[in-house]
């Protein structure tokens, strides 16, 4: 994203280099790993081949899903991020991937290898499912990143070349539809940003005003699962299919910042609110039902069905970060913190070659070997446990696109102020100093921020995490309290000046508001940004975890380098033949034990296991 | 059911004849409202004419889902029941619905009015939802109680033809496959018993067998689905889709008895354990899972996405009814008591024209207008509400033909003894007496049971509910308390004996096994065998649902015919940016009030209401 209106401008991927740590090995992690397993998987199941055998003119078998295509575009804004980041390992795969994708292109501009061939469904015979304009909208992302990164014009004009081709087939007076599933605004006005060309942010505008009128057929998802139940501009939540929403209000949140529409930004705050009021999991993952992959009622939050897809995790964070541009409100900043450790780290596995497409709060019981097809890849994206490919493989590529680019939403800039907005280890380079981020957080709450070549003048604004009460803040010969939830002002920096910022990180007991039923009587620990949870492999030998429940009054400690909490053991006598019962029927013995707790995107790395976020307090 | 063994004989329906009360009532409800209503929609969207068509040789487009046949069939067996107790009205509708059916076999007995034809896709060409041999089950159900009502042998020719079709081209040797909807099963077995074909029995074994080893096609529900993963007897716990969960055991379980095959029914009571234990909600519903209807893991059961589906509850009904008769043991027919007046009972609407499809125990935010289709029913079963159609329509009928055979779930013989099942007013003539029962149960607790024409040396078994600590069991002369959760008896009843039974129908507080995770800290009401719930609407003035807890330490009392609890509401504050919070941060003001309480089976018949069973406590 690269603004040109509102409160912070985003500094360009290859101005932003993270050193190490936490985000900085997970970057690493990306390009050694997650990348090419990627690649190879989307090679191995012929989804990159459909382009290539689209090129040859001859009638094919197209593999995959609809939205295969996707895939591919999102593994090339991926490396293509890498290259402006100065990773280079993969730059003839990503000329390979162009090529082959490119190849496929019809001289109108089209490009989908599923339909519109003589052999093939007709264009825009389905928008329900087809997802062709939600595939045309993350070519146009991946070839906006690859013209930064490289500077390289190929694959922009192809952009342009199938951009034109929407603009002319969907405006006013045209095709009067819009896609099932939102994409196309995102990479239209991206692609407005790196052309300067106004008919692609006018073509967003269309579309995102044509939604809600009902042009989508009815499904028994009802008309919210597409967002097509009411205008953008007129709903006051989140609704339905949770990728589709937050990548509707993510393309809308950038054509209300461009056009200075400030209605339809002030609708998406208020969607904003209420959907992280009341439709978000203590983790940031958004989206409670497995059926529709959708956001449910109010406070329809049940850890043990949480879906929390990893991609709307990734989708809640494009929302925010827009909204942060757009307003320069800390609150955007704090919700892609918790959502980046909480939901993006927690997909892949340590390895990189496995992801969660759910991330549930609460697994009742050990993974079991999920359905596999005859390619050996998993059928249903719900399925427990991290996997190693998806016939629904929309969330490791896009992890890997979010791991790629994660350096530009460390640090952002307004005239005469720097803006660090979060605490990752790197440097930076704005337009008025040089900011190195020193600092092993979350480990430590110590983060070192050095400022280097300032333009005399340059403030530093230091977002302070709505959970950090207590944080410090010291400048030479100067140590403040700032409060908690927005930033501290460090006024007229001096060039080579160091300030200090420590956040508390001791570990907190969290409650849910009543109204989340399904977690009453129970308590999460977090500490800092990050959840934690407890994993059976933490237990005593034996214990269920479904017999255990925090003290009474116990508060979390930190001893070790871990969380530990003080749990008791209330063992269930014999299943009763019904589990319900009067009241006065309970005295169980209870088995005291002190359990260390794992960090939540650390849980399922030691083996089968169980996990809750939520833990029962005893005697409730 | 006629079992030809087990411990229990049940009566024909024609010997079972409801005067009056809570189902003599839902009787009369079923033949003057719900059976014209279903035949008349099934008549309006043109699935009785998919045989007219089908008879004509002409090419037509047929209407309805995969499983249309089924729910004429149904209605044709609810007709039938209706007419074996008596009722005549819809004598000349069955006729021609009969005929319309019949007009359209094959004549090899094949028949389903959506395969086989040649523009049609071909016969057992989709086992996953072709629904083929569940309709043909469907049909075998109907033709019997049709022959039994009245003697007639059109139809049960017909279902010989076809079961004969069926046993020919599935057994061992022909095609390897079971459908994907377990039914044909239960089709067989009571086909077998009214002709005395031993073929039909060995068939239904046949195909219980079959299942679990993996002839259905792979999907992304897993194999579990259509129960496919398990040998039935291999199997501890129902899972999958619910329906078609317990049709199959319900099946298993005739099989099991009229072969002598103990493994297999040891096999079906430990499930029938294990699903009551861990699997069932309060009200007896079964299912948890909206997106595949199907039976969540051990202690998944939110009430606000609880399923329930009411097809579930009457194919619960079938199962707990086999195992009843098979073994004598009184849980089951505690567990038919609670599903009948609790999912079965609250399906209908009063006025008999509107059904719930699925049976929530929480009711989130009053109801919207669901998704209708161009025929104007409702497109997904899930939807809210009582509606009066929908697209996949099982429910309406399953539910008529329940009803109208509700009579021979009410008392059973055995060898010198009369058990009372179910506290229904009503007439029924056993072999060895006349038995009436008068009774406004669940009104009241008392139970007059009134023996005549007694054959000397006969007792009456009457089964004392396990919630009924307390019951009083008087005879000329003698008072007794019996245990609850067993079979009381009576021995040696003289002629004209009356027997009185007083159940205690104080209001009671049940909580939930721990591991239902869902509703830790809530309490729900019941009294006698109703689950009673708060409705909005009994609220006072401009309190919302979710602001209502139970006092502490609240003890339901009854008043005025109906239950209060002393309730508070804790107003929430406006919502906070963000729902979870330091434990300390609560101190809100309580105000008391005093609620009254609905019957479940009853709500929602007041207007727009929001609605819970579990009912949180204040203070957890």
């Given at each position: 994203?690269?603004f040109?209106?509102?409160?912070?401008?985003?500094?360009?991927?290859?101005?932003?280099?993270?050193?190490?740590?936490?985000?900085?090995?997970?970057?690493?992690?990306?390009?050694t790993?997650?990348?090419?397993?990627?690649?190879?998987?989307m090679?191995?199941?012929?989804?990159?081949?459909?382009?290539?055998?689209?090129?040859?003119?001859?009638?094919?078998?197209?593999?995959?899903?609809?939205?295969?295509d996707?895939?591919?575009?999102?593994?090339?804004?991926?490396?293509?991020?890498?290259?402006?980041?100065?990773?280079?390992?993969?730059?003839?795969?990503?000329?390979?991937?162009?090529?082959?994708?490119?190849?496929?292109?019809?001289?109108?501009?089209?490009?989908?290898?599923?339909?519109?061939?003589?052999?093939?469904?007709?264009?825009?015979?389905?928008?329900?499912?087809?997802h062709?304009?939600?595939?045309?909208?993350?070519?146009?992302q991946?070839?906006?990143?690859?013209?930064?990164?490289?500077?390289?014009?190929?694959?922009?004009?192809?952009?342009?070349?199938?951009?034109?081709?929407?603009?002319?087939?969907?405006?006013?007076?045209?095709?009067?539809?819009?896609?099932?599933?939102?994409?196309?605004?995102?990479?239209?006005?991206?692609?407005w940003?790196?052309?300067?060309?106004?008919?692609?942010?006018?073509?967003?505008?269309?579309?995102?005003?044509?939604?809600?009128?009902?042009?989508?057929?009815?499904?028994?998802?009802?008309?919210?699962?597409?967002?097509?139940?009411?205008?953008?501009?007129?709903?006051?939540?989140?609704?339905?299919?949770?990728?589709?929403?937050?990548?509707?209000?993510?393309?809308?949140?950038?054509?209300?910042?461009?056009?200075?529409?400030?209605?339809?930004?002030?609708?998406?705050?208020?969607?904003?609110?209420?959907?992280?009021?009341?439709?978000?999991?203590?983790?940031?993952?958004?989206?409670?039902?497995?059926?529709?992959?959708?956001?449910?009622?109010?406070?329809?939050?049940?850890?043990?069905?949480?879906?929390?897809?990893?991609?709307?995790?990734?989708?809640?964070?494009?929302f925010?970060?827009?909204?942060?541009?757009?307003?320069?409100?800390?609150?955007?900043?704090?919700?892609?913190?918790?959502?980046?450790?909480?939901?993006?780290?927690?997909?892949?596995?340590?390895?990189?070659?496995?992801?969660f497409?759910?991330?549930t709060l609460?697994?009742r019981?050990?993974?079991?070997?999920?359905?596999?097809?005859?390619?050996?890849?998993?059928?249903?994206?719900g399925?427990?446990?991290?996997?190693?490919?998806?016939?629904?493989s929309?969330?490791?590529?896009?992890v890997?696109?979010t791991?790629?680019?994660?350096?530009?939403?460390?640090?952002?800039?307004?005239?005469?102020?720097i803006?660090?907005?979060?605490?990752?280890?790197g440097?930076?380079?704005?337009?008025?100093?040089?900011?190195?981020?020193?600092?092993?957080?979350?480990?430590?709450?110590?983060?070192?921020?050095?400022?280097?070549?300032?333009?005399?003048?340059?403030?530093?604004?230091?977002r302070?995490?709505?959970?950090?009460?207590?944080?410090?803040?010291?400048?030479t010969?100067?140590?403040?309290?700032?409060?908690?939830?927005?930033?501290?002002?460090?006024?007229?920096?001096?060039?080579?000046?160091?300030?200090?910022?420590?956040?508390?990180?001791?570990?907190?007991?969290?409650?849910?508001?009543?109204?989340?039923?399904?977690?009453?009587?129970s308590l999460?620990?977090?500490?800092?940004?990050?959840?934690?949870?407890?994993?059976?492999?933490?237990?005593?030998?034996?214990w269920?975890?479904?017999?255990?429940?925090?003290?009474?009054?116990?508060?979390?400690?930190?001893?070790?380098?871990?969380?530990?909490?003080?749990?008791?053991?209330?063992?269930?006598?014999?299943?009763?033949?019904?589990?319900?019962?009067?009241?006065?029927?309970?005295a169980?013995t209870?088995?005291?034990?002190?359990?260390?707790?794992v960090?939540?995107?650390?849980?399922?790395?030691?083996?089968?296991?169980?996990?809750?976020?939520w833990?029962?307090?005893?005697?409730?």
């Amino acid at each position: 994203v690269a603004f040109r209106t509102g409160t912070f401008r985003p500094l360009a991927v290859s101005d932003a280099r993270l050193t190490e740590g936490f985000w900085g090995d997970r970057q690493d992690l990306n390009d050694t790993a997650i990348i090419p397993h990627a690649a190879e998987w989307m090679t191995k199941l012929d989804w990159v081949r459909n382009f290539e055998d689209a090129a040859s003119g001859l009638p094919y078998s197209h593999r995959g899903r609809e939205f295969a295509d996707s895939e591919v575009y999102k593994i090339i804004e991926a490396i293509s991020w890498e290259i402006a980041r100065g990773r280079t390992d993969h730059a003839d795969l990503l000329d390979r991937l162009i090529s082959s994708v490119l190849a496929a292109q019809e001289p109108d501009g089209y490009l989908h290898t599923l339909f519109g061939r003589a052999w093939q469904r007709p264009r825009y015979s389905d928008f329900q499912w087809g997802h062709e304009l939600y595939c045309f909208g993350h070519f146009l992302q991946a070839a906006v990143a690859h013209h930064r990164a490289t500077g390289d014009e190929r694959m922009l004009r192809g952009a342009r070349a199938l951009a034109d081709h929407v603009c002319v087939m969907f405006a006013p007076g045209g095709l009067d539809r819009v896609c099932g599933h939102a994409e196309i605004e995102l990479g239209l006005a991206e692609l407005w940003r790196e052309t300067g060309d106004r008919r692609y942010l006018d073509q967003a505008s269309v579309f995102i005003e044509r939604r809600g009128t009902g042009t989508i057929p009815l499904h028994e998802f009802g008309r919210a699962f597409w967002q097509d139940d009411l205008k953008v501009r007129d709903a006051d939540v989140l609704r339905g299919h949770a990728v589709r929403a937050l990548y509707l209000a993510a393309g809308a949140a950038d054509v209300a910042a461009e056009t200075g529409d400030d209605e339809l930004r002030s609708a998406l705050e208020r969607q904003w609110r209420q959907t992280v009021a009341r439709r978000t999991y203590l983790t940031g993952g958004m989206g409670s039902h497995h059926m529709d992959e959708a956001f449910g009622e109010d406070f329809v939050l049940p850890p043990d069905r949480s879906y929390c897809e990893t991609c709307a995790g990734v989708a809640s964070v494009m929302f925010s970060w827009r909204l942060l541009l757009a307003t320069g409100e800390a609150k955007y900043a704090d919700l892609i913190e918790r959502t980046l450790f909480n939901v993006v780290a927690t997909s892949p596995s340590n390895d990189g070659h496995a992801f969660f497409y759910a991330n549930t709060l609460h697994q009742r019981v050990t993974h079991s070997l999920p359905s596999l097809n005859e390619d050996g890849v998993v059928i249903r994206g719900g399925a427990a446990g991290r996997q190693a490919w998806f016939e629904v493989s929309c969330c490791p590529p896009n992890v890997a696109r979010t791991l790629a680019s994660l350096g530009a939403y460390v640090v952002t800039e307004s005239d005469h102020a720097i803006q660090i907005q979060q605490f990752v280890a790197g440097v930076f380079q704005t337009s008025s100093a040089t900011v190195r981020i020193s600092t092993d957080y979350p480990r430590s709450g110590t983060v070192e921020i050095e400022v280097d070549a300032v333009t005399p003048g340059t403030a530093v604004h230091i977002r302070i995490p709505a959970w950090a009460d207590g944080a410090r803040l010291r400048r030479t010969g100067d140590e403040t309290a700032p409060p908690a939830g927005d930033y501290a002002l460090v006024a007229d920096v001096q060039d080579g000046e160091r300030i200090t910022l420590v956040l508390p990180m001791q570990p907190r007991l969290s409650r849910a508001d009543d109204r989340v039923d399904a977690v009453r009587g129970s308590l999460a620990v977090e500490r800092g940004p990050e959840v934690l949870a407890l994993e059976s492999v933490d237990l005593p030998e034996g214990w269920p975890l479904d017999e255990v429940a925090l003290a009474s009054g116990a508060a979390p400690v930190e001893r070790d380098g871990s969380v530990w909490v003080d749990v008791v053991r209330l063992p269930q006598t014999d299943d009763a033949d019904w589990p319900y019962a009067r009241p006065e029927t309970t005295a169980a013995t209870r088995v005291p034990a002190s359990v260390s707790l794992v960090r939540y995107h650390d849980w399922a790395e030691r083996g089968p296991s169980t996990m809750r976020v939520w833990i029962p307090v005893s005697g409730t």
